[in-house]
């Protein structure tokens, strides 16, 4: 299985991943700052900035598009827990 780093700027710390993995389940687990609530892509709390490597992470979908949209994210925020990992990246929460 293919392999991506992803670095948490907030705490300096990179982990090697499976890639599919989602942003929020690495955050959770090794305590990064990014926060949530549903879980769903519903609600934009872990919304993040991708810092570097925003290109190796799945495309938003429709859904996650209009959440950022209604939170005005800039261009390179994402749903942590609707943004998989597919290359290498770094993020820091929005």
Known sequence: MAKAKITF???EQTVNVPAGTRVIEVSERIG????YGCREGDCGTCMMHVEEGWNNLTEPS???EKVLRENMASRHDRLACQAQILGDCKVKPA
Do not use: S
């Open 9 to 11: 700027t907030d705490i």
């Open 32 to 35: 990064a700052g990014i926060i």
């Open 62 to 64: 429709v859904l996650e």
